[in-house]
């Protein structure tokens, strides 16, 4: 025995929400009798959660609603790694190796960079040297990996997560790495209209800053702020020390006598 699945939607004029067999594409409304497609049901369904994704299937009538499972500090509910890179041996059909791709520096509070890696949406670009280039996680940062170890070989920041595919290209004799650092709106990033493109030094040329190898990698804003906290803390117990003593100075001492002290 087949069973027609039913889809309810919402009418885009007036609200009401009524079931549908899912080979509908279009239908009216019966409390308002106003017609509408599924296609308006679920511009209404986006606009009416504007925190989901609501996505039509195309050549269906059927609309997607999806949502990650956060917890309430906004850190997915399963168990990290949140985002991951393999290389697999297509040939043997093995995993040669699999590492957590990004950090938690551009959700966490204070920069906090947890190598747990992140959701990411990207892919990789695998260069004839053997190394594969990849930004895709949610922090900002275009990565180098070692094709056959998987180790972390380089990060360059980005003005925003580059969650694009990166694209290599020679110039005048000079290789050339590329991406899109645009950040995603949907996972919540920051957005950037940036593109970025990196070179290893040429001749003469100044080699990366003191700052871009410290600070400018995950972990190094976290130990700014926490500095920057601990100057600030400091400062505030300084201040008070200073201003405690000089009301005692200020304040005539007293000069009764105390009792007997004792029995
Ligand atoms: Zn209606």
């Known amino acids: 025995m087949s069973r027609s699945p039913k889809i309810n939607v919402r009418c885009p004029h007036c609200g009401h929400e009524q079931s549908e067999p899912r080979i509908a594409k279009s239908t009216y409304c019966r409390a308002c009798s106003e017609y509408f497609t599924i296609e308006h049901a679920l511009r209404a369904a986006k606009a009416a959660q504007p925190g989901k994704e609501v996505s039509p299937q195309a050549g269906t009538s059927f609309g997607m609603i999806r949502e990650a499972l956060l917890s309430p500090f906004g850190a997915p509910c399963n168990p990290p790694p949140w985002g991951t890179i393999a290389a697999l041996d297509l040939q043997r059909r093995k995993i040669l190796w699999e590492v957590p791709l990004g950090t938690t520096e551009d959700i966490f509070p204070l920069n906090i960079a947890l190598a747990t890696g992140t959701p990411n949406f990207g892919g ?3 260069t004839a040297g053997g190394i594969v280039f990849i930004g895709a996680a949610m922090d900002r940062y275009l990565r180098a990996f070692d094709a056959a170890s998987g180790a972390e070989l380089w990060r360059g920041r980005l003005p925003a997560a580059g969650m694009a595919t990166p694209m290599a290209y020679v110039w005048r ?3 050339y790495i590329v991406i899109a650092a645009g950040g ?8 950037s209209d940036a593109i970025v493109a990196f070179s290893l030094p040429a001749p003469g ?29 400091a ?6 020390v200073v201003w405690r003593r000089r009301r005692a100075r200020r304040k005539p001492v007293p000069t009764t006598a105390s009792g007997s002290g004792g029995n």
């Open 173 to 175: 004799g000079r290789q």
């Open 184 to 191: 995603h709106g949907e996972a919540g990033t920051d957005t």
């Open 124 to 126: 990789p670009l695998a």
């Open 205 to 233: 040329e100044r080699e990366r800053s003191w700052r871009d190898r410290t600070f400018e990698q995950p972990g190094g804003r976290a130990i700014v702020k926490l500095m920057l906290a601990a100057a600030i803390l």
């Open 235 to 240: 400062a505030l117990i300084a201040g008070g």
